[in-house]
């Protein structure tokens, strides 16, 4: 039995409005069965335009986590995670205060993780943040169990610069063929959206569905919800 399976939960719930940031909707979409979500083109629209729903892999397909096999599933990574930020006024600048943020967050770049990953906003495909090689945003090493995640971006959107992010949580183990055990995607994607949330660098907004959670007789997302948190960025 695969644990803690979620079923798929339909596009157009609305996420919580801000009075001072446009909020983020998922639009109304004709439903696409699962079994036939493999395109790295599979996004959800929204008032800030497409927001891809997986992060894709260096081939280009959407992310299955280090090969792993939950129950004989394979885990398909899902995007639980947008940033807004309203206060950059250069892609540059958006990345520095992505890098800032995550770091006061104790979520700092650290070496140890697979990289070359991408996520889709609007039409284009963007590259991870962090950019070092063999680099992502952790809260711990890479021998340790850990919460990790890669952001891409910025996109230029209606009220500031805009990332996705996929994180998950994963274990350690001396004698696993793969050392890293998937462990869980909500833990991760709450864990990090609270903590930058207490450093005060970004505030949680709400969450947005995704629709974006699988179950599917060879794919699984385990845990995930279908929903990502957005968080927008303070001064």
């Not at 919460?147 to 004698?175: K, Q």
Request: with cysteine.
């Amino acid at each position: 039995m695969i644990r803690r399976l979620w079923p798929a939960v339909c596009v157009g719930a609305a996420l919580v409005s801000i009075s001072a940031f446009p909020p983020i909707r998922a639009a109304t979409v004709a439903p696409i069965s699962a079994e036939v979500v493999t395109s790295s083109t599979d996004a959800v629209g929204t008032t800030y335009g497409p927001i891809g729903k997986w992060m894709i892999d260096p081939d280009g397909q959407p992310a299955r986590w280090l090969g792993y096999q939950l129950d004989n599933h394979a885990l398909r990574e899902p995007i639980n995670v947008v940033l807004l930020d309203p206060l950059a006024r250069t892609p540059q600048e958006a990345v520095a205060r992505l890098s800032a943020a995550m770091s006061a967050a104790g979520y700092p770049a650290r070496s140890g993780h697979s990289t070359g990953y991408q996520g889709l906003i609007g039409t284009q495909l963007y590259g991870q943040q962090p950019g070092g090689s063999g680099e992502a945003f952790s809260d711990g090493a890479w021998w340790r169990a850990n919460n990790h995640g890669r952001v891409f971006g910025p996109a230029v959107v209606e009220g500031g610069y805009l990332w996705t992010g996929a994180f998950s949580r994963e274990d350690f183990e001396v004698i696993s063929a793969l050392h890293h055990p998937y462990d869980s995607f909500k833990v991760a994607r709450d864990d990090v959206s609270t903590r930058l949330t207490a450093a005060g660098t970004f505030k949680r907004l709400g969450t947005l569905n995704l629709d974006n959670a699988l179950n599917t007789p060879t794919l699984t997302t385990d845990d995930h919800d279908g929903r990502a948190v957005v968080l927008v960025a303070q001064k």
